[in-house]
């Protein structure tokens, strides 16, 4: 069968845009999430850090990647799937960090980050 619709009519409409959050839940993981996305999810985290749930998390002073122990002020918040992948701003996806794994973790590959995790076990 040929397809030969290379020039679909155009009626107007715009692509439409997924504000439903569960549109993101099906696959949980996405190359890149949109701006929208990313927007509301940096909000959350926003208000997350002023959560009672996010002060306790970093007053057990762990960082939830290398297990050292750290004061709280110097952890930081990580989202173990990045917002940027679609990840959400919600317990479970979000740990406490310290500032050398933060950094560690933005600048490597899921893969290079996975073999420094499997070096730490
Ligand atoms: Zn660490």
Same mark, same amino acid.
């Given at each position: 069968? *040929? ?15 997924? +504000?439903?959050?569960? $549109?993101?839940? $099906? ?17 959350? $985290?926003?208000?997350?850090?002023? +959560? ?5 998390? @970093?007053?057990?002073?762990? @960082? ?12 930081? *918040? ?6 940027? %992948?679609?990840?959400?701003? %919600? ?5 406490? @960090?310290?500032?050398? @794994? ?14 420094? *995790?499997?070096?730490?076990?």
């Amino acid at each position: 069968m *040929m397809d030969t619709e290379d020039h679909p009519i155009d009626d107007g409409f715009a692509e439409p845009v997924p +504000s439903d959050p569960s $549109a993101f839940e $099906a696959d949980g993981f996405i190359d890149t999430a949109d701006e929208e996305h990313i927007r509301r999810e940096k909000a959350k $985290a926003r208000e997350m850090r002023h +959560s009672q749930w996010w002060k306790n998390e @970093c007053g057990r002073g762990v @960082c939830y990647y290398c297990k050292r122990r750290f004061p709280p002020k110097e952890l930081t *918040m990580d989202h173990i799937v990045p917002i940027i %992948r679609g990840g959400f701003t %919600r317990k479970g996806n979000v740990v406490p @960090c310290c500032k050398e @794994c933060n950094n560690k973790k933005k600048y490597m590959l899921p893969i290079e980050w996975q073999e420094y *995790m499997d070096s730490l076990k």
